[in-house]
């Protein structure tokens, strides 16, 4: 296994543009996370997916940020309207979901909003 | 959510051992002890954790007070690939890590 992957690993977009971020975590992995990192700050949780169900949004995700995982593998983050605050570093990681629940991340998705 | 206290930064000369303290005076009994790090434009990466006990991996060794208010990760001998953010983190497992802002560790040749 190859790990969390993530794509694209870089993203710039012009403000009000509509952005989309995959994350295909390790195949044996039920529970799959985002989490938005800006500089400086720790990563802060946005949502996370037991399966295909989506069991947890944070207040930070507006209405504009929607996430996915429709058959319990693979998801994505879309983000419409970008605004510039939301230039960050978006993390997506995945677990096994037992015990400690240990997560693995991917190396990340770099937005820059214009 | 539990929170845990951590100083900003830290230095460390290469070759040592490296001591990371972090608080946690509000643990839960069900509440792991997590550590993470992250190096300079990567992900986070899973380094320790542990409950009650002491526990030792191939990357450090997580010791825990027996108190469970406080715990030190310990790198037995810091390299230059090691300077990074150590982020302590508790969770009882079932719920998502809520990270703070961890400790810069500055590794010195």
């Known amino acids: 296994d190859t790990g969390v992957s993530q794509d694209p690993r870089h993203k710039i977009t012009k403000r009000g543009q509509n952005v989309t971020f995959r994350c295909d975590p390790i195949s044996e992995h039920n529970r799959l996370y985002w989490y938005r990192q800006t500089l400086g700050q720790g990563p802060e949780f946005l949502t996370y997916f037991q399966n295909e169900a989506q069991l947890e949004k944070s207040r930070l995700l507006s209405d504009r940020f929607s996430a996915e995982r429709p058959k319990g593998s693979f998801s994505t983050l879309e983000i419409q309207r970008t605004e510039q605050g939301d230039s960050a570093m978006y993390l997506c990681?995945?677990?096994?979901?037992?015990?400690?629940?240990?997560?693995?991340f991917g190396a990340g998705s770099r937005l820059t909003v214009l | 959510d539990a929170k845990t206290t951590q100083p900003n930064s830290m230095e460390s000369n290469e070759e040592e051992p490296v001591h990371l303290p972090c608080n946690h005076s509000?643990?839960?009994?069900?509440?792991?002890i997590h550590w993470y790090r992250q190096l300079p434009s990567q992900g986070p990466e899973y380094v320790i954790h542990g409950l009650t006990s002491n526990v030792n991996n191939r990357m450090a060794s997580l010791a825990i007070a027996e108190d469970r208010k406080s715990s030190t990760l310990i790198l037995h001998r810091a390299t230059l690939r090691d300077a990074a953010v150590y982020y302590c983190?508790?969770?009882?497992?079932?719920?998502?890590?809520?990270f703070g802002k961890g400790t810069r560790l500055s590794v010195i040749a």
């Open positions: 509000t643990i839960s009994g069900t509440d792991y």
């Open positions: 990681a995945s677990s096994q979901g037992s015990g400690a629940n240990v997560l693995t």
């Open positions: 983190i508790l969770g009882p497992g079932n719920t998502p890590l809520v």
